[in-house]
């Protein structure tokens, strides 16, 4: 079994790589030395850092005194997903490292980042307090800049840096945008670290995730019939997320030692975290459809 799992460790870079080129929000996520997997293996440790502002100085020489504490905060999942591939022995003799390679990058980019996609984009949109508009359906240019600007101006007077915030938009919005492209809505554009076009199929404020109780059940997810609502666009702070994903292979199980079939097994886990940080909810911003 220790040579199955260091087996699976070898493929993490890979699975890594590929859920970076495919997901959408990967952007979001706090760097890797910034958290760490805790001792019991299941929850995640993302490094805080707390400070206190400034206070009077005395002209006798004295500052007043100030901490500074950095701590590893204890965050449990918000999701924690896996599956189990069969491929037949005789399909992949001698190949079976580059199949669960091709299999592994394909699933992660057809199945895995959408949904993982979708679940933080309805995390961030189920966040109390932040500044949500539920207006009708923007169409056309006109409509879609006026209702950029006003977000950004709702931000901007709340403090929020743009040049840290990302607009996640509906390529359709995005494309009435680009058909006028005139020096305001450049202007408007430009005030951000970047635009992201997400597909509506996973840009919803709710979402249900398939148990996939069995190898041949679908999975997956879908937008809640009660709350889901169609998202317009979305600003986000990147700042102001808990956002991080850990992907894990080690269960790699070959036809000799398998009793259930002549089979190889290949395991993929992924699991992490999607929350909004208290004290900065004022770095998102929701525009969804009435």
Not at 31 to 52: C, R, Y
Not at 235 to 260: C, E, F, G, R, Y
């Given at each position: 079994m220790?040579?199955?799992?260091?087996?699976?460790?070898?493929?993490?870079?890979?699975?890594?790589?590929?859920?970076?080129?495919?997901?959408?929000?990967?952007?979001?996520?706090?760097?890797?030395?910034?958290?760490?997997?805790?001792?019991?293996?299941?929850?995640?440790?993302?490094?805080?850092?707390?400070?206190?502002?400034?206070?009077?100085?005395?002209?006798?020489?004295?500052?007043?005194?100030?901490?500074?504490?950095?701590?590893?905060?204890?965050?449990?999942?918000?999701y924690?997903?896996?599956?189990?591939?069969?491929?037949?022995?005789?399909?992949?003799?001698?190949?079976?490292?580059?199949?669960?390679?091709?299999?592994?990058?394909?699933?992660?980019?057809?199945?895995?980042?959408?949904?993982?996609?979708?679940?933080?984009?309805?995390?961030?949109?189920?966040?109390?307090?932040?500044?949500?508009?539920?207006?009708?359906?923007?169409?056309?240019?006109?409509?879609?800049?006026?209702?950029?600007?006003?977000?950004?101006?709702t931000?901007?007077?709340?403090?929020?840096d743009?040049?840290?915030?990302?607009?996640?938009i509906?390529?359709?919005?995005?494309?009435?945008?680009?058909?006028?492209?005139?020096?305001?809505?450049?202007d408007?554009?430009?005030?951000?670290?970047g635009?992201?076009?997400?597909?509506?199929?996973?840009?919803?404020?709710?979402?249900?995730?398939?148990?996939?109780?069995?190898?041949t059940?679908?999975?997956?997810?879908?937008?809640?019939?009660?709350?889901?609502?169609d998202?317009?666009?979305?600003?986000?702070?990147?700042?102001?997320?808990?956002?991080?994903a850990?992907?894990?292979?080690?269960?790699?199980?070959?036809?000799?030692?398998?009793?259930?079939?002549?089979?190889?097994?290949?395991?993929?886990?992924?699991?992490?975290?999607?929350?909004v940080?208290?004290?900065?909810v004022?770095?998102?911003y929701?525009?969804k459809?009435?």
């Amino acid at each position: 079994m220790s040579s199955s799992i260091t087996q699976g460790k070898t493929y993490v870079p890979y699975l890594d790589q590929a859920y970076a080129q495919a997901s959408l929000t990967a952007i979001l996520d706090v760097g890797a030395d910034l958290v760490k997997v805790a001792e019991n293996g299941k929850d995640l440790l993302v490094a805080k850092t707390t400070l206190v502002g400034l206070g009077n100085y005395s002209r006798a020489g004295n500052y007043a005194a100030g901490d500074i504490t950095f701590a590893w905060e204890t965050h449990t999942p918000g999701y924690d997903r896996a599956r189990m591939f069969h491929v037949d022995s005789m399909d992949n003799l001698e190949t079976v490292g580059l199949a669960f390679g091709t299999l592994a990058s394909e699933f992660i980019r057809t199945k895995v980042t959408p949904e993982v996609d979708a679940y933080r984009f309805a995390a961030y949109a189920g966040t109390t307090n932040i500044s949500t508009v539920n207006g009708a359906t923007l169409g056309n240019a006109s409509d879609t800049l006026t209702a950029i600007r006003t977000a950004v101006t709702t931000m901007e007077e709340s403090g929020v840096d743009l040049s840290q915030c990302y607009l996640f938009i509906t390529p359709t919005l995005k494309g009435y945008i680009d058909d006028v492209a005139t020096t305001t809505s450049k202007d408007v554009l430009n005030s951000f670290a970047g635009i992201v076009k997400v597909p509506q199929t996973r840009f919803y404020t709710g979402v249900t995730l398939a148990s996939g109780a069995s190898n041949t059940a679908e999975g997956g997810y879908a937008k809640t019939d009660s709350t889901g609502k169609d998202i317009n666009f979305m600003i986000i702070d990147k700042t102001a997320l808990i956002q991080t994903a850990k992907h894990v292979a080690p269960k790699i199980v070959d036809p000799d030692s398998n009793q259930m079939g002549d089979f190889w097994k290949f395991g993929y886990r992924v699991y992490g975290i999607a929350s909004v940080k208290e004290q900065r909810v004022g770095g998102i911003y929701l525009h969804k459809k009435a």
